[in-house]
């Protein structure tokens, strides 16, 4: 499909400005500080239609189909959230304009139910992503132990964790040490008593695990970190497993970060925007960005670690979360974990009497197979490539590390059986058809628009834009 | 209403299937004393009009309905309807990062096509797919250049956005970078970066290349702040001035100020710095038939692949910002920006000029954009005059600059009409 560039027909605009209405002057600008051209397209309004629409057609999102991605958490993201988030009184408000009454009321509100949710004391709303929650995490953290004059430098993190939780810990200077999973995907305990030490400042631990696993001995966990005087930092992303029925605050948790787009709901924008609130408990508090949001003002906390954006956070993805928060409630949010867990465990029994599936016991929101014992050497890639034939997105692939070509099916609380009866009878298909017509799974996809990709080319001569 | 499609009754099969006798024994690997007992503490569910209602009377608590002169790193600009047409498509906003690219190709063209508009835009060679907004991207540019450099001083110019130095303040104690805040730059040969923002905060023109210059000389590189990118529509891109590293704010475009956020960060560099760029990055290849396609690229800088080797911890971007932005940027297109730009930069003059007509004094003296500084004998009292005239009259400096108290920050841009700057100057004389 040609580029916007590649559509430009010189003397076209697509945009109608206001009048100038105030008298020209010359010379506003030294010329040596002007620019000589751009090399923007020129294109009318429809064509500006046509083009994007034409480019939504070769997407795939939630509101198509099936999107089982595990650990993303793809749920339907309700209507009303983006009807909510547009009002006027959200979309025009300055982040500088005094008035804002609602704005803080709102976010303050959105604070105290997260935090009942999470079972946690304090929070911030600032961090734009998950990965942001993880650094501010990370940093408080890092600011608790300076404050009560401990060195401690290395973070621990299971091998089934998220890439995220290495990297921040590196950009916050922490040393990362990997643990050990058992046999059961679990946390190894003796690998965990091992390295823990008193130069260990935190643990982190995604609860449930990337397996779908809740750990079994997470009070045994918690308890081993608190005894040498360790945070717990628990990754948040997997957080649909358990609202309304754990709180991971109960568990021993000192600080998290919540995924707004992933439990609560607001939409993923084709890779963002997300945003990622951090819940700690009082003994962090004080260390949180500033400035916090109070019932009836801003909050300078003491010994804040200072911003981590400019402004407020994410706040339209605020006013999302917080839409769906209402519309749920107690008793709606308990039926999202509920289904959520009774959905995936209801895919995987089926499916595990065709594909491997590594680690069995109860899982969560989410569970892994592996591509072992299917015929024909046919690979993960394979069966996820097949997939787009049959309309579906394709689960999680080669994530966790830990399992060999993990395929991490993730279903959400918000597909009905149906529609999980036709994604198992399509991987059951795909199944038979590595045996019958191995060369056909091999050369998948047939259906897309686009065929497989050269990706080494695109890595070896890097083309990063369109070249006039 | 919870969204759960499932049935009692598909509920009863599944877990037969399963075999067990409630939903609450797939919870048993939870240890009972810490299963909730109650219900949460957040109220019962609401009905879909009480929801709305609810949010639209915390939306209406805001005021909203003032002419406002405010900018200060957030600007109001008109967006044309087909933004918030096409990026309500579900098709867009419902999708993840892009994975799979067969089925993707929607997103990655378009992330394809922002950052050729950016790179044009800014004078670079690669820009990325975004970042979280702009004073991250100022904070990403820092650790960049220090993996560049291999030094740790960065060197930020007083007059960079308060709130990114904040910003910047924390991530450089976590990376335990010295950060020098300064009038005037002194570079060393310990200088990872300089960092100037242009048009600065003040709104004032700065000419980048003598610092491009004074960076250079001493093997620092120059990173160039931009936060309000339509004055690109105008001025010399960056990139022809020496940057090596141009960020900043791309908000302007397309998306609504939103007390805030979500807004997109803009990173772009040169060729010769493509590999140490943080965040997504969408390239051209081909399909096995020969088609032009688009995907991912360079991942082996990111951290899913180099854990904790990788360039930043960043996983997502801001694509349906940038998407938003895109869609703007092409409709105003090669003209309407520099039209768009025009707009912005008399219509602040007219005002600075009627103001000066009236005998109010401008700060500086220097080129600016849409934003200019005035001093005030009392910041506070004009304030409060504008305001009963339903006027925000722009941002009081002294919150921000002790030096610059009872100095206002003024903004301009086409939103702004001839008449509601003059009764801003009537209510002034």
Do not use: W
């Amino acid at each position: 499909m040609k580029l916007l560039f590649e559509k430009s027909i010189p003397g076209r605009k697509g945009v109608s400005l206001p009048l100038m209405d105030v008298p020209v002057q010359q010379d506003l600008m030294p010329k040596t500080l002007l620019r000589k051209s751009n090399q923007l397209p020129e294109l009318s309004e429809i064509d500006i239609v046509r083009h994007f629409t034409e480019l939504s057609r070769r997407n795939f999102g939630v509101d198509n189909g099936f999107y089982p991605l595990g650990s993303c958490t793809m749920k339907y993201n309700p209507k009303i959230n983006e009807e909510t988030a547009r009002m006027e009184g959200f979309a025009s408000l300055h982040p500088y304009n005094p008035n804002n009454k609602g704005a803080l009321e709102l976010m303050y509100e959105l604070g105290e139910d997260l935090k009942k949710i999470a079972g946690m004391d304090a929070i911030t709303l600032q961090p734009a992503a998950g990965a942001h929650g993880e650094l501010t995490g990370l940093m408080l953290v890092k600011a608790y132990f300076k404050d009560i004059g401990q060195d401690r430098s290395i973070i621990l993190t299971p091998d089934s964790s998220h890439g995220t939780n290495p990297a921040s810990s590196a950009m916050c200077g922490f040393e990362t040490i990997t643990i050990k999973s058992d046999l059961k995907g679990q946390v190894d305990i003796s690998d965990l008593k091992n390295n823990l030490n008193e130069r260990v400042a935190a643990v982190m631990l995604t609860i449930p695990n990337t397996l779908g696993i809740f750990e079994h001995s997470i009070l045994e966990i918690t308890k081993l970190i608190h005894d040498n005087e360790s945070i717990i930092y628990m990754d948040g992303a997997n957080l649909n497993a358990l609202v309304g029925k754990v709180r991971p605050g109960d568990m021993g948790v000192d600080v998290m970060h919540i995924n707004l787009h992933k439990t609560f709901s607001t939409p993923h924008g084709g890779g963002g925007p997300g945003a990622g609130p951090v819940a700690v408990k009082k003994f962090l508090e004080p260390y949180l960005p500033n400035p916090g949001v109070g019932k009836d003002s801003l909050i300078a906390y003491p010994k804040s670690i200072g911003r981590v954006r400019a402004f407020y956070g994410n706040f339209g993805m605020l006013v999302r979360a917080y839409t769906y928060i209402k519309s749920l409630g107690s008793d709606g949010l308990l039926r999202v974990s509920e289904n959520a867990v009774l959905n995936a465990n209801y895919m995987k029994e089926r499916l595990r009497k065709h594909y491997d599936l590594p680690y069995d016991s109860i899982c969560k929101h989410e569970f892994v197979l592996s591509d072992k014992n299917m015929p024909n050497g046919i690979t993960t890639n394979n069966i996820a490539k097949r997939l787009l034939d049959y309309g579906f997105h394709p689960p999680t692939i080669y994530f966790p590390l830990i399992v060999h070509g993990a395929i991490m099916i993730e279903p959400t609380e918000t597909e009905g059986k149906e529609v999980l009866d036709s994604f198992i009878e399509v991987m059951v298909k795909i199944k038979d058809e590595a045996a019958s017509d191995p060369e056909m799974v091999r050369t998948a996809p047939h259906t897309t628009v686009v065929k497989k990709l050269d990706a080494v080319l695109a890595a070896r001569k890097p083309c990063l834009k369109h070249c006039f | 209403m919870d969204f759960v499609p499932n049935t009692l009754e598909q509920q009863k099969e599944m877990l037969h299937t399963i075999g067990v006798s409630s939903i609450n024994e797939l919870f048993k690997d939870i240890p009972s004393s810490i299963l909730l007992q109650d219900p949460l503490a957040i109220g019962k569910g609401l009905s879909e009009i009480a929801v709305k209602r609810k949010l639209a009377s915390l939306a209406m608590c805001n005021k909203i309905s003032y002419t406002s002169f405010l900018g200060a790193g957030s600007y109001a600009h008109f967006i044309p309807s087909i933004v918030n047409a096409l990026i309500s498509r579900g098709e867009f906003y419902t999708a993840y990062t892009p994975y799979q690219p067969e089925i993707s190709q929607g997103v990655l063209q378009a992330i394809f096509e922002y950052q050729t508009l950016i790179a044009d835009l800014t004078g670079m060679d690669v820009a990325n797919a975004s970042l979280y907004d702009g004073s991250t991207a100022l904070a990403e540019a820092c650790i960049m250049a220090h993996t560049i450099t291999k030094r740790t001083q960065i060197v930020a110019l007083k007059s960079v956005h308060p709130e990114y130095r904040e910003v910047l303040k924390t991530y450089c104690t976590a990376h335990s970078f010295q950060l020098i805040e300064a009038d005037q730059p002194t570079i060393t040969d310990k200088t990872a970066a300089l960092l100037i923002q242009n048009p600065d905060f003040f709104g004032s023109v700065h000419d980048l290349r003598k610092y491009a210059e004074q960076a250079h000389s001493q093997g620092a590189l120059l990173v160039v702040n931009v936060v309000e990118p339509t004055s690109l529509g105008l001025l010399v891109p960056p990139g022809e001035c020496g940057a090596d590293i141009v960020v900043g704010e791309a908000q302007s475009f397309g998306n609504p100020i939103n007390f805030g956020g979500p807004y997109l960060g803009i990173i772009a560099t040169t060729e010769e710095f493509k590999r140490n760029i943080p965040g997504r990055l969408v390239g051209k290849t081909v399909d096995e038939e020969g088609q032009d396609g688009y995907i991912l690229t360079l991942q082996a800088r990111e951290q899913h692949i180099r854990r904790e080797k990788s360039c930043s911890n960043i996983c997502t971007n801001q694509a349906l910002c940038a998407l938003a932005a895109s869609i703007h940027i092409a409709a105003l297109g090669k003209t309407g920006i520099k039209e768009l730009a025009e707009l912005n930069l008399q219509k602040a003059h007219y005002l600075s000029r009627k103001l000066m007509e009236n005998g109010c004094q401008l700060y500086f003296n220097g080129p600016f954009y849409n934003e200019f500084v005035l001093k005030l004998d009392d910041v506070n009292s004009t304030l409060k005059k504008l305001a009963d005239k339903n006027i925000i009259g722009g941002l009081d400096l002294g919150k921000f600059y002790p030096d610059l108290k009872n100095c206002l920050l003024i903004c301009v841009t086409e939103l702004i009409t001839k008449e509601d700057m003059d009764s801003f100057v009537e209510t002034l004389s």
